[in-house]
């Protein structure tokens, strides 16, 4: 069983900054992608900043330049730095990562349980 557990929401004013952390546990052969994804009321999930193992970590076009995603690799954590943060950030963040639990299996999608962002203009 793999879960992802996210921490580091909050309310901050427009101009501050915030960081997400999210850990994958639990039975883990590999990490395809991991990365985060945002919905805020009445729009569809979107993704936000995503690393593919192995290559390029790609950013939507709204945060591009203002967030910065890292990893740990050794404890399968990734971070969300946000800076520069815009009353349009406000959303529920979501980790996702797309993990194998076996040297043979397919990689499914797991997806943590979200945390709040309010940014106040």
């Known amino acids: 069983q793999v879960q992802l557990v996210e921490s580091g929401g909050g309310l901050v004013q427009a101009g501050g900054s915030l960081r997400l952390s999210c850990a994958a546990s639990?039975?883990?052969?590999?990490?395809?992608?991991m990365g985060w994804y945002r919905q805020a009321p009445g729009k569809q999930r979107e993704a936000v900043a995503v690393s593919v193992t192995g290559g390029n970590t790609h950013y939507s076009e709204p945060v591009e330049g203002r967030f910065t995603l890292s990893k740990h690799n050794a404890n399968n954590t990734v971070y969300l730095q946000m800076n520069s943060l815009k009353p349009e950030d406000t959303a529920v963040y979501y980790c996702?990562?797309?993990?194998?639990?076996?040297?043979w299996g397919v990689g499914f999608d797991y997806w943590g349980q979200g945390t709040q962002v309010t940014v106040s203009s």
């Open positions: 639990g039975r883990i052969f590999s990490i395809y992608t």
């Open positions: 996702h990562a797309a993990i194998s639990e076996t040297s």
